[in-house]
């Protein structure tokens, strides 16, 4: 029986994906450098988050601030599952995403009525109230003392493996969502919700699958997170900056593209450690800077820079699609 790719998944990308994977895979066994070797698993972590986030905030437009929600429950459901259920590593990160994913749909199928800034401000409030639950919640997150993990040996190392894994399994995700016909109705719903009902696309069955599958994914990224650092507390899983961030990222590379925010992971995460380390009290306000200036001169981000880039060395050379808008 001959294998056939669905008509909307171009191969070059698959294999392009395969090979950009393999090679990343082979980098620690040609140059084991610690430094390095954790920073691109915060990179991958960082990316898958971001496209998380995307699927939300940039296929629908429902731009979120409250995604720290979904991380945080994430990452201490899956703490919890495996401190006193034993439960192995990659299944309690599993089980957190799902659990954050049917969270995201309790306070989000009422709110995903709303639209614009609406939506904006009440997922701030959703985050917020996420928050403070969970601080004084010792049961499950330990209050503001926090959960620590068991230790395991070469824990860091290994993960930079899955977190490779993580990152491609989001920018499948991203590109399935984009390019098949599901993403065609997404686009309906993200220009005019009331019109794509007219012409029989049901917007709230899809904006809760969108929902449950961006908020399911950041609660496993939130399991992921809880691995590394083997320690989590409610102040920083549920911090109001960490969803800033995945906004920041999303904007740096280009929201509503397929592969835009994994690009502006990159930069955000390399970056946010060198400006912590010189700049302290400045990095969050630099980056603010950053935001309007890319809102302000390249909407698109680093994705319609490059696009435009291509398209004046290359004029002959279609560029239809590659953001994501075909």
Not at 70 to 96: E, K, R, S
Request: proline share 4%; charged share 10%.
């Amino acid at each position: 029986m001959k294998l056939r790719w669905p008509t909307w998944v171009r191969p070059r990308a698959a294999i392009g994906l395969l090979v950009v994977c393999a090679a990343l895979a082979m980098g620690p066994l040609l140059h084991d450098n610690i430094y390095w070797h954790n920073q691109l698993t915060l990179t991958f972590l960082g990316i898958a988050a971001a496209l998380a986030w995307n699927w939300l905030g940039g296929y629908l437009g429902q731009v979120s601030f409250g995604h720290a929600a979904m991380f945080g429950v994430g990452g201490f459901a899956a703490a919890q599952a495996q401190i006193h259920l034993h439960v192995p590593m990659v299944p309690a990160w599993i089980a957190g995403g799902v659990l954050a994913g049917l969270f995201a749909l309790i306070w989000g199928h009422p709110t995903l009525r709303l639209r614009g800034p609406y939506f904006s401000i009440a997922t701030i409030g959703v985050g917020e109230a996420t928050r403070l639950v969970c601080t004084y919640w010792d049961a499950f997150t330990g209050g503001s003392s926090g959960l620590s993990l068991p230790m395991q040996q070469n824990l860091k190392h290994q993960l930079y493996w899955y977190g490779i894994a993580l990152a491609a399994v989001a920018l499948a995700g991203s590109y399935a969502l984009r390019r098949s016909p599901l993403g065609l109705s997404l686009l309906a719903i993200k220009s005019d919700v009331d019109a794509a009902g007219d012409v029989g696309v049901s917007s709230t069955r899809l904006q809760d699958l969108v929902l449950f599958l961006s908020g399911g994914m950041i609660g496993i990224c939130g399991g992921f997170y809880a691995s590394y650092f083997s320690y989590i507390e409610p102040g920083n899983m549920f911090g109001f900056d960490r969803s800033i961030s995945w906004v920041l990222t999303g904007v740096i590379g280009g929201i509503g593209t397929i592969a835009g925010p994994a690009f502006g992971a990159v930069v955000f995460v390399l970056l946010q450690q060198s400006l912590i380390a010189s700049y302290p009290q400045l990095y969050l306000g630099l980056y603010g800077m950053l935001l309007v200036l890319v809102i302000l001169f390249e909407p698109l981000g680093l994705t319609g820079l490059a696009l435009r880039v291509l398209h004046r060395a290359r004029p002959d050379l279609s560029v239809t699609g590659v953001a994501g808008e075909d």
